[in-house]
């Protein structure tokens, strides 16, 4: 036998042996997915699965030379890869046009796609595989557009078929919409001057921006709105129900270390992504979820600002949107059950007519059938009255008067064990309660500073005033029935989940929404509604400071003298941006701030004067902080502002507009006021603790260098050059 033909036959062994274990190791990855006997023959009977390719959604789902690419598209092939599954895709049409093709099954699977409940009549959803940030793009930077909100009256681009579109038409209808058929078009729209913004997810946006070259674009702010957060799952024709159950599966079966690799890929924070992983749920969890189709929830249906049903059984609220926000990041729909009051809700919950109630404070009497999540709304308990009432210090203050509290309420059996001397009343509801305290058969009604607020500003202006705010606080907890341990593990998720600045968005839409939806308020009520709350504070510090010559009782959070956040909330704030930090890489910097020679203040003209100083300063550094930016008195004559997605470059402009800013404002004692600021950014490894040190050495490297400087920190601790220095006046 000649050399060629042994080497033919030796190739066609390797080449054999080759394909047979190219073979055995596909099934051993496909069989490493548990599948059930019906799974595995709709598979041999549907092995190809048609997936929509976008054309133009970097880094997730977009085309390039013909060829699919992105975190989406290479995620969908690692799951069929464990299932045994080829995949076909399918590219050119338009978003609109692809969600088209789902609902006649033209295709089986559109990635990247945002539950809702709309879309769920024809759409099933997968549990989510990323959670992206969206933000808003503007041409060049705009200070009127900081939120949504401030778009009223504007354009905003918004390719059709998109979540916000839906999201705008519901919650925003005085934005004015631009449609376009792509990410790319919208952004372009914005360049050309022919709208006012964009909404992107900003990873998307970034990319696009440097391939099209739209240089003049900018990220104005990151969307608050916890509904714009983008929670992406996998879209399945809703005639395929096997199939979903079937990639759910093969999601499962994604290693921490894969998702990693594709995420340090194309989601790194160099290309401009703001990604986080989806809810981490246990096995456990999981098995819940898939369980149940839907989850039950009772609310008290008269409750604003917090819950209610509307006049069309719709339930709105703050409740409202956090459970649409919560819904979201679980993947299942929350059907609220209907009832006409608190005490029927709770019986409701206490048959498991209802899995959850959205809003309630945890009691013992409770706990016979309900768990409760960790407190997610918190709020001061209040006390209303007649407007010609005194100011009510604390609670034994009411003396031998008559009080109300809502029947049902926990806050009543509370209330009555710490203070059995007074004399309480159960009403049906706040607005019964009020009503009773306007005709006189009650002194006074008693609930959160928020109900009891926004009750005020509907119906009883004028009428009726808040007269004191108590030490005890509402602690409200999503109550979850105590047979289901996996479903509050759920929700202590979700609710962690949040951020800071969700939270705040949801709580001031409903705040605030009485001034913007009540026809007869004008800008002169708005005043008067000030000056009442004012002069209340001030008639109280008048009367303390006489009678007892002591400090008025502050604010859980405030410092009486300044109003900006006191130095137990400074701390509270660092730590939670020092988490995000670690869990996120969420950067953010500090400013340590201290008034010069402000002891030469004090001995000239007095403390009266200084304290003036202190007030006007306070003002002016609210004034020239964001609205993201947590500003505090930290002691003495020295303030801290926390600067959040800022890195000291960034820190260091703001400080030097706050420098002028002090050196051009008139404080009344006929010298220039000067302050030195120390700046310094978070670093990896370091705590709480250690940058305040940097800040506060650069703060007074600066105050030894001459004063009114601004000196950023070294970057890394151990750095050759300790600190940079701005020079005076410049």
Partial sequence: MSTFRLGRIFFALIFFVGVTYFAMVCRVQASEVPLSDAERAYIQDNPTLRVANEMAWPPFNFSENGEAKGYSIDYIRLIAQKLGLKVEFVRGPSW???????????????????????????????????????????KGRHSDITTLDSLNGKTVAVPAGYISQELLTRKYPNIKQYLTTDTAEALQAVA????????????????????????SLVNTTTISDPMFVNVLSIGVRKDRALLLTIL????????????????????SPSQGSQVRSPLAFTEGEKAYLAAHDEITMCIDPDWMPYEKFDADGKHIGMTADYFDAFALRIGKPIHVVKTKTWPQSLDA???????????????EERRAYLDFTAPYLVSPM???????????????????????????????????HRYPDIHVVEVNNINDGLDKVRNG?????????????YAIQQNYIGELKIVGKFEDTLNLSVGVRNDAPELLSIFNKVIDSLTPEQHRAIRNAWISVHYEEAPDYTLLIQVIIAFMIISV?????????????????????????????????????????????????????????????????????????????????ASLLKDQSRTVDSVGRWGGEE?????????????????????????????????????????????????????????????????????DQVCVAAPRPGSTQAFTQTPTGQ
């Fill in 441 to 453: 058969e009650l002194f006074g009604m008693i609930d959160t500073l928020a109900t009891i607020g």
């Fill in 537 to 617: 504070l001030m008639v109280y510090w008048q009367i303390q400071l006489r009678k007892h010559n002591a400090v008025l009782e502050r604010l859980s959070n405030t410092d009486r003298l300044t109003g900006l956040f006191n130095r137990l909330k400074l701390d509270e704030m660092m730590e939670m941006r020092h988490a995000e930090f670690a869990r996120f890489g969420r950067p953010f910097s500090i400013i340590l701030l201290d008034i010069d020679n402000f002891k030469l203040v004090n001995d000239r003209f007095g403390h009266q004067m200084g304290d003036r100083v202190l007030v006007k300063a």
């Fill in 96 to 138: 609109g046009m692809f969600m088209g093709m789902i609902r006649t099954g033209d295709i089986d699977v559109i990635m990247n796609i945002i539950p809702s409940d709309e879309r769920r009549a024809y759409i099933n959803f997968t549990s989510a595989y990323v959670i992206s940030s969206a933000a808003l793009y503007t």
């Fill in 248 to 267: 759910q599966k093969g999601m499962d079966a994604v290693s921490d270390e894969e998702t990693l690799r594709l995420r340090e890929q194309w989601l």
């Fill in 192 to 215: 050309k001057g022919e709208v006012d913004a964009v909404i992107s997810d900003t990873g998307v946006a970034e990319h696009l921006i440097r391939k099209l070259k739209l240089e």
């Fill in 349 to 363: 919950a206490r048959k498991r007519v209802c899995d959850i109630m959205s809003l309630v404070m945890k009691t």
């Fill in 639 to 707: 303030f801290l502002i926390i600067c959040p997605e800022t890195r000291a470059e960034g820190a260091k402009v703001q400080a030097e507009y706050i420098r002028a800013a002090f050196k051009s404002t008139d404080f009344g004692t006929g010298d220039t006021i000067t302050v030195s600021l120390g700046i310094a950014e978070m670093g990896e490894g370091e705590g709480v603790k250690d940058v305040i040190l940097r800040a506060d050495a650069a703060l007074y490297t600066g105050k030894n260098n001459g004063r």
């Fill in 382 to 416: 209040v006390i209303a009255t007649h407007p010609h009432a005194p100011f009510i210090a604390d609670i034994p203050s009411i003396g031998d008067h008559v009080v109300g509290i809502v029947k049902g309420y926990a806050f009543v059996s509370v209330f009555r």
